[in-house]
């Protein structure tokens, strides 16, 4: 193989696993929280690729946290915090300015719209709006929105109980409601409607 073909290649990096390795313990909560933790990192860094190092890389740093993080109160929710880093680092340091909303918006939607270009502009606002969030009603939101997952689910992955998560996300409604400017009256029933 020759330079000439390595060009525009992106560099082979050894690949953090953790699949088989360490504690019972640790690959069982591998097993469960990786591959939402990958999801997440997809829509944050806009690429499965870079979502699959930088996990694996958050990953195998907890591993070797690994004692520590079970004396945590809430060990899911140091993990995450643990990945949350990892995946900002790895977007600075692979310079990735892309917006959530360039991340996972999709042509086919718009191609659908009656009215392309008013889609367009209300999808950039909402997920506007959603990347202006707190960090912990961002989180929520993606998780339950973006990702589909329950009430429940989302509480093992962020290490919260689902009251929170209900709260959080009916917190978050507000603040969009009030960002988007929409009226504040509809939509309370929604709040209450939070179930699993």
């Known amino acids: 193989m020759n330079d000439s073909s390595l060009r525009g290649r992106r560099p082979e990096r050894p690949k953090a696993t953790t699949d088989q390795t360490g504690p019972v313990d640790f690959q069982a909560f591998h097993a469960m929280y990786r591959g939402d933790y990958v999801r997440w ?24 946290k ?18 949350k880093n990892r995946v900002k680092d790895a977007a600075r340091s692979r310079s990735r300015h892309q917006k959530l909303a360039d991340a996972i918006f999709t042509v086919t939607a718009l191609q659908e719209a009656a009215d392309p270009i008013g889609e367009l502009e209300n999808s ?21 929105y973006s990702l589909g997952l329950t ?3 989302t509480a093992a ?40």
């Open 41 to 64: 990192a997809s829509l944050y860094l806009g690429s499965r690729a870079d979502a699959e190092d930088a996990v694996g890389e958050a990953m195998v740093e907890l591993l070797g």
């Open 151 to 153: 009430v429940p689910e």
């Open 124 to 144: 950039l606002a909402v997920w506007q709006a959603i990347d202006a969030l707190p960090d912990r009603q961002h989180d929520v939101v993606l998780m339950r």
């Open 157 to 196: 992955v962020l290490g919260i109980t689902e009251a929170t998560v209900r709260s959080t996300v009916r917190d978050a409604r507000r603040r969009l409601r009030a960002a988007l400017d929409l009226d504040t009256k509809k939509g309370h029933a929604d709040d209450r409607s939070e179930v699993a």
């Open 66 to 83: 690994w004692p520590t993080v079970l004396t945590q109160e809430e060990p899911a929710a140091y993990a995450w915090w643990l990945v």
